[in-house]
């Protein structure tokens, strides 16, 4: 069984500052790792995914993550946010044995981009 | 590529009505598809997970008299919600994979039941 821990509730941050949102997970088999955006309103959009190879995983919007296996990591980063930033945002993960590739969600972080 | 539409995309009914809410993939075949129930301010529950031709597989908890999953053909999945009540109410999401490892989401489903 996996679970994920999204760090922080809430982060704010001001515009063109760099944001780190921090997220972790357990799982006893190798896993599959996504961070997905959601606007108000809408569905979930894909960021960005880790599946194997290369642990520096680049996105969509200027986001990147970092895979770190020892810790057990995969914090999303961007060097300089936008107001258009703002949104919730979700690690998930799935086991790569899982059949239909199920996802185990994180708690989400509320990213509130200030001017 | 990898568009998922959802329909309705809001809706509003009456106590002991029924509601069906359609998930489609545009650009390619889904395999699998996954319904989700998402409260304010809170994560997405996985409610069920469904393949075409075959019964759906419900979370443990979730009703499945309730919640009827249909997954017609590799592009269309429909929730029905029965009898419907004030509880019901949420935003349901559902999400569409071609290969088992990268999940799509439709822009959600908004339903208020009066």
């Known amino acids: 069984a996996q679970s994920v821990t999204q760090l922080d509730s809430q982060v704010p941050v001001f515009e063109e500052a760099p944001v780190e949102l921090r997220c972790n997970y357990s799982s006893s088999v190798s896993v599959y790792l996504f961070w997905y955006v959601q606007y108000p309103n809408q569905g979930l959009q894909l960021l960005l995914k880790y599946l194997s190879g290369s642990t520096l995983v680049k996105g969509i919007n200027g986001f990147e993550a970092e895979f770190n296996k020892s810790q057990t990591s995969f914090h999303l980063r961007k060097p300089s946010v936008h107001i258009s930033d703002t949104a919730e945002y979700f690690c998930a993960v799935s086991g790569i044995y899982n059949q239909g590739g199920k996802l185990i969600f994180g708690q989400g972080t509320e990213l509130s981009v200030k001017p | 590529g990898a568009v998922v539409s959802q329909h309705p995309s809001r809706v509003i009914c009456k106590s002991g009505t029924s509601v069906k809410i359609e998930c489609r993939s545009l650009?390619?075949?889904?395999?699998?598809m996954f319904w989700y129930r998402q409260f304010p301010k809170q994560s997405l529950m996985l409610m069920a997970t469904?393949?075409?031709?075959?019964?759906?597989?419900?979370e443990q908890g979730v009703e499945k008299d309730k919640f009827l999953i249909n997954h017609a053909s590799l592009t269309l999945s429909t929730l029905t919600v029965t009898s419907a009540h004030p509880e019901d109410s949420s935003f349901y999401i559902c999400?569409?994979?071609?290969?088992?490892?990268?999940?799509?989401f439709g822009p959600g489903t908004r339903l208020t039941v009066l």
């Open positions: 469904s393949n075409e031709g075959s019964k759906a597989t419900y």
């Open positions: 999400s569409a994979t071609e290969t088992a490892d990268t999940q799509y």
């Open positions: 650009d390619f075949q889904a395999t699998t």
